[in-house]
């Protein structure tokens, strides 16, 4: 598995005392999961969040952030965010806002 020890610690501390989250492999990466569903994760070049589609292009204006497309092809409703953006606590912690939006609304599994 290929990702950051470094920047998995700061997404645990960021849902550190959060009922109901989860860390599991996923995609080559570490993936955190809020009552069964994905919220965000790490990677080898930085990070994802899981904000939904009616909050992509409000996400996609943080700087740092770019549309995920792991594969080549652009995953709706996620966003890929920069190594040196996710290392700013402000721009992180204003997607992690957008993607607890989403999935806290979402049914958990």
Same mark, same amino acid.
């Given at each position: %598995? $290929?990702?950051? =020890?470094? /920047?998995?610690?700061?997404? #645990?501390?960021?849902?550190?005392? %959060?009922?109901?989250?989860? =860390? ?5 990466? /570490?993936?955190?999961? +809020?009552?069964?569903? @994905? +919220? ?6 930085? !990070? @994802?969040? #899981?904000?939904?589609?009616?909050? &992509?292009?409000? !996400? +996609?204006?943080? =700087? ?6 792991? $594969?080549? #092809?652009?995953?709706?409703? /996620?966003?890929? @965010? *920069? &190594?040196? !953006?996710? *290392?700013?606590?402000? /721009? #992180?912690?204003?997607? @992690? *806002?957008?993607?607890? &939006? ?8």
């Amino acid at each position: %598995m $290929t990702f950051d =020890e470094g /920047l998995a610690q700061i997404l #645990r501390d960021d849902l550190a005392g %959060m009922d109901g989250f989860v =860390e599991k492999s996923m995609f080559g990466g /570490l993936c955190f999961m +809020l009552n069964g569903n @994905m +919220l965000c994760g790490v990677h080898k070049d930085g !990070a @994802m969040f #899981r904000v939904g589609k009616q909050r &992509e292009t409000q !996400a +996609l204006a943080i =700087e740092g952030i770019s549309p995920m497309a792991f $594969t080549g #092809r652009k995953m709706g409703g /996620l966003v890929d @965010m *920069a &190594e040196a !953006a996710f *290392a700013n606590d402000g /721009l #992180r912690s204003g997607c @992690m *806002a957008l993607a607890l &939006e989403f999935v806290t609304d979402l049914p958990a599994k």
